[in-house]
């Protein structure tokens, strides 16, 4: 999108075309410019008047002041690590560069991790340990089109991302079919070939079902896996077990429809997989994607051309975000913070002692939740996220935040974490800044400063300079994005993800270019494995991988599947777009879907608002009737606070490898509200 001016000083969006949205934008993209003048927007520091009492507005060296004299207070009793960094999978390639470099040299602390957590975590480690690299699409977007069949996996990119269905539809008009995977009937699932709905939690037996039918109906590429994989002979033993008939008893999805899939992936000249939030967000999640990968690597698709897998990315920079350090194991370039020689070369960058640098720390939700305890942080630094609203037990974690001796936040609003803070930095958006983002392609972006932050407000990088040269770093935190990022090429140089050879230069020439970039005369990398894979071997790795028991099994009391999601006219916590009009007019509340037949047997009618409560929680929602939804399961959008704050409700067990919570399955039970206050 571009911005032109408007009366009364504002701005108004402008579509403009590119190959990833082809000139198509949702609703939120384009009212996105309401937020640059609304009145919600802070525009002067806000400090806390005393342990309990209001915020207060400050200068701004009055509240870097006050912030830097907390962290260092904290790390003062407990330590480098008693102070934590929390980032987002939305700021752009330099602040997330800024934000991991930040905790571990101006704070030498290992408590750093980022929303990004809760989004891609799952997938990036499937395709770390498969492929030797992890890029949302090893391919670009626009091949999406020419595949003969596309299998999406828990993805409703009609309304998540509604500019890609413009690639799905040159892909039917080409004479492609599509599979979606998904517990409810999504609009993207309506305007699929095939519809394949399990029951949430189950996807790795479905994957696993879909391959050993592929090996007994002959489309395994015999070729393929030979010569650029490992691994196979323990995956189709584990698959063995795995026949239509026991993969529809856990699942429901019929035998029929299965044996339909595998052949309209098994005939096609061309295919693609997608997995999305819908597979990955599970306790199971990195089994799931691996179980998927399995299935595209014994169809001999990654590699090939308009084939492969991929992942469906889902915060505006989820990919750059998450390679250059703001995770808790990783270092720029995609590097890991365990490796010697990873430290050895970014140390020398940031010139500093190897030694000094700390090791790796606790992930997102594991920090959030030790927040405030026994050896846990007592002080956090948050910058672009709102884990009030997104992190799973939610109620927990505001508990957890309450209790901290010194909470930071750097917003552009007064979000429901910020509202907790000690010390409230008002910064600059997506118009105001110069940077970089990297999209689900690994294709690098240049985004030009539109207009002027409003007076008062600094950007995210002015921020950590002002704090950094107050905890006695007086340099190497520069203010000007063009200078971090071209530190961030430096650092990269070398790592999986490479950006050495992405000058901004470059990319004003107007250049589409992918990392791995190793120098300027090299042309980037848009399409990954034709060749190789960047494993030591060069094949593709095989895993067997198996359906497990469920971590919270439905019973009499809680006898409900419940998983979440978002709507297109809300985005994540909801702290921007509940805030624009226009939006919160068109979705004003949060709601749970259910099944006809469970509202009859409950009692339930459409609009009336009830009780859903799990284990950790309740929120009090407006029923939606609906036969787009299986009847043993409701659906709860994530977008909202409060009362109707659906992440009270969903279970924060961890996968053991990404660390990422089951956001998308836990057992859960509705009630009427009987009373009238209530209603």
Known sequence: MSLEPSVGGGATVMARSFPTNRGGLCRKGWTAADLLTSPHRLTTPLVRAGKGGPLLEASWDEALDRAAEGLLAAQRHGGPDAVAVFGGGGLTNEKAYA???????????????????????????????????????????????????????????????PPFMSHLARQREAGGCQIVIDPRRTPT????????????GTDLALANGLLHLALAEGYLDEAYVETRTTGFREVRAAVASWWPARVE????????????????????????????????QHSHGVDT????????????????????????????NGQGGREHGQKADQLPGYRSISDPAARAHVAAVWGVDPADL????????????????????????????????????????????????????????????????????????????????????????????AMVPPAGVRTDLDVLAGLAERLGCPTGFPTDPAEVYAELRRASAGGTADYSGISLERLEAGEALYWPCPSEDHPGTPRLFADRFPTADGRARFFAVDQPEPT?????????????GR?????????????????EEAAPHAFVELHPFL????????????RVSTRRGEAWLRARVTESIRPDTVFVPFHWAGKQRANSLTDPQLDPMSKMPSFKVCAARLDRLVSEAAR
């Open 249 to 280: 008893r856990v699942t429901g999805v019929s035998e029929p429809d299965l044996r339909r899939a595998v052949r309209m992936l098994g005939m096609a000249g061309s295919a693609m997989v997608l997995t999305a939030r819908g597979a990955e």
């Open 189 to 200: 699932a309506s305007a699929a070939d095939l519809h394949l709905q399990p029951q949430p």
């Open 358 to 449: 700390p090791g790796p720390g606790r992930s997102a939700y594991e920090l959030l939740s030790a927040l405030g305890t026994d050896g846990g942080p007592s002080a956090l630094l948050l910058l672009g996220s709102n884990p009030v609203v997104s992190a799973p037990n939610a109620r927990h974690v505001a508990g957890a935040l309450s209790s901290l001796s010194c909470l930071v936040v750097a917003d552009l609003v007064l979000s429901e974490t910020a509202r907790l803070a000690d010390v409230v930095l008002p910064t600059a958006q997506w118009a105001e800044e110069d940077g970089t983002m990297t999209n689900l392609e690994g294709r690098i972006l240049l985004r030009r400063k």
């Open 99 to 161: 934000v991991g470099k930040f905790a571990r040299v101006a704070l030498r602390t290992s408590q750093v991790d980022y929303n990004g957590r809760f989004c891609m975590s799952s997938a990036a480690t499937a395709a770390n340990k498969a492929f030797g690299l992890d890029r949302g699409l090893p391919f670009p977007v626009e091949d999406i089109a020419a595949a003969d069949c596309l299998l999406l996996v828990g993805s409703n990119v009609a309304e998540t991302m």
């Open 289 to 316: 994607v691996l179980a998927f990968i399995n299935l595209s690597l014994a169809l001999g698709l990654p590699g090939r051309p308009a084939s492969g897998w991929g992942c469906l990315t889902g915060q505006g």
């Open 567 to 583: 709507v297109a006219l809300q985005y994540q916590s909801g702290a921007q777009t509940r805030r624009v009009a226009a939006l």
């Open 552 to 564: 919270e099994p439905v019973d009499e009391e809680f006898p409900l599947h419940l998983t979440t």
């Open 599 to 610: 509202a009859e047997r409950l009692g339930v009618e459409d609009g009336e608002r009830v």
